[in-house]
């Protein structure tokens, strides 16, 4: 006979599931954001040796977030994440992807990720589409400057998504599909987040900063970036983890 399962322990009443992939990259400031509107939410991290829960069932929204790791990598987390992304919307549970999340949404969906042809690290411009669905999830104003760290992207699309926005290096910076949105960029990031980063970078990014990349900040001017914009992009979040929460069932 075999032993009983153990279920997940969650969070009474908890109304949000947010799976988080790497240890340094954190909900930031989703978190506070759910902590600000009351929310109850449970956080998994595969990295830390937490198992994702074995379904969305009594969640009313899930949230995906980023990481160092390829979406395209043989990593057992990962699949268990597009499963629980089918799921959710298989149940009508809105999604969001943060990077590394909205790159799994785009393959859970039926679309593809794949490595640009240079990487996007720092705070850089992104145009927004003139869409109804576009202004609806990023704001009326249709240039922002977000925060970017990635390698690859989802460059194929899922049948149905409509893409929101773009960048100079990067074509697909964001795409909505039925109630979910998946993103490139970080719009969760806070000072503390890219300090963290910043502090064990690898070794992929001290090469691109070498390299001259126009699309690759040095440290130095990360920093100086990020006290330009990094209030600009917490009223971006409040919008779009506004917009995300309408929908919630």
């Known amino acids: 006979m075999s032993a009983p399962t153990v279920p997940t322990p969650r969070t009474p009443a908890a109304e949000v599931l ?8 954190t909900p930031a400031y989703l978190g506070h954001w759910l902590d600000r509107a009351g929310v109850r939410w449970d956080v998994f991290c595969a990295e830390a040796g937490d198992p994702y829960p074995s379904s969305v069932t009594g969640y009313r929204a899930l949230a995906v977030l980023g990481g160092e790791w390829g979406a395209n990598d043989d990593r057992p987390s990962l699949r268990h994440a597009e499963a629980l992304i089918r799921e959710a919307d298989a149940q009508g549970i ?4 943060h990077c590394l999340g909205g790159q799994l949404m785009a393959r859970a969906f039926g679309g593809r990720v794949e490595r640009l042809p240079q990487p996007e690290i720092g705070w850089l411009p992104m145009r927004v589409s ?11 104003a249709r240039d922002s400057v977000v925060y970017q760290w ?3 992207s989802f460059t194929g699309l899922p049948p149905g998504a409509q893409v ?3 960048s100079a290096a990067c074509a697909h910076q964001a795409f909505a599909i039925g109630p979910h949105l998946a993103m490139q960029f970080h719009v969760e990031i806070t000072p503390a987040k890219i300090d963290t980063w910043l502090a064990h970078p690898g070794t992929v990014y ?14 130095e001017i990360m920093r100086q970036s990020t006290q330009r914009h990094q209030a600009g992009s917490q009223a971006l979040a409040d919008h ?8 919630w069932r």
Not at 18 to 25: A, G, K, P
Not at 94 to 97: E, L
Not at 130 to 140: K, V, Y
Not at 240 to 247: A, D, F, H, M, P
């Open 94 to 97: 809105p999604v969001i992807g």
């Open 130 to 140: 003139d869409l109804a669905q576009a202004r609806e999830w990023l704001g009326d």
């Open 150 to 152: 990635h390698y690859d």
């Open 18 to 25: 947010v799976l988080q992939h790497t240890i340094e990259d």
């Open 240 to 247: 779009i983890y506004q917009c995300w929460r309408s929908r």
């Open 164 to 166: 929101l926005a773009r």
């Open 206 to 219: 001290p090469a691109a900063v070498a390299a001259g990349l126009s699309t690759v900040e040095s440290p």
